[in-house]
């Protein structure tokens, strides 16, 4: 199957019955196909299962998904990604830049930072300074949100100097989605580390949302 495949049995699978409510779930930002993630991955299973066998990203795919009106192309392509991460170079990472910050919103983002950022942050940790802690003060909040929640899967692994480092330059923001974020990377972490998160949460003002999404499992 190649991607002129997948994006026609896409467009073939759609439902306007699903695509206004989803839409709606997204405030209305994109046009929908009306494709649930379930049915996604089964439309979308044999394309990746065949992508992966070249061991080398379509970054041409990958941009056109992304051009694409309908928000399931840009999932599509960041299921991709993630298939790929094995693959992936450092130099890659403005690519991925690219694409967090056009037609942005947090379900792009959130798949991105953690499973593709993040892996890419494991594999070659210089990109940390030369990019995420750029991201981290940049006016773009996806950006933001990306510095925050890079580390989301790393457990034990977790750079708590840096998540600090990262979170007290963004506490005072008022963007929800930077706060959100804040609140989800210290509920997430305080999943390993309780003790760190409580002395955090107690010894730092953050934004309530954050620390009460943080405390959550406290």
Not at 12 to 19: G, H, L, T, Y
Not at 34 to 46: D, M, S
Not at 97 to 110: C, P, Q
């Amino acid at each position: 199957m190649n991607q002129v495949d997948i994006v026609e049995i896409f467009y073939r699978n759609k439902s306007e019955e699903n695509a206004l409510p989803m839409s709606a779930y997204m405030k209305n930002q994109f046009p929908f196909l009306g494709l649930k993630r379930p049915k996604r991955n089964e439309l979308q299973k044999a394309f990746i299962k065949e992508a992966k066998k070249k061991k080398e990203i379509d970054w041409d795919f990958v941009f056109k998904c992304w051009a694409l009106p309908e928000r399931e192309f840009q999932y599509l392509a960041a299921d991709y990604l993630v298939a790929m991460k094995d693959y992936m170079l450092d130099t890659e990472i403005e690519k991925i830049e690219k694409l967090i910050v056009t037609k942005s919103w947090w379900d792009a983002a959130d798949i991105l930072a953690p499973k593709v950022v993040g892996e890419l942050c494991s594999k070659y940790p210089y990109l940390i300074e030369e990019y995420i802690m750029k991201w981290c003060i940049n006016d773009n909040i996806w950006l933001r949100r990306t510095s925050l929640l890079f580390q989301l899967k790393y457990k034990e692994k977790t750079d708590t100097e840096l998540l600090e480092k990262i979170i007290l330059e963004n506490k005072d923001t008022k963007e929800f989605f930077v706060n959100k974020a804040i609140g989800w990377i210290l509920r997430e972490f305080s999943k390993t580390n309780k003790e760190w998160v409580k002395s955090f949460i107690d010894n730092n003002t953050l934004h309530p949302l954050s620390a009460k999404e943080g405390s959550k499992y406290l």
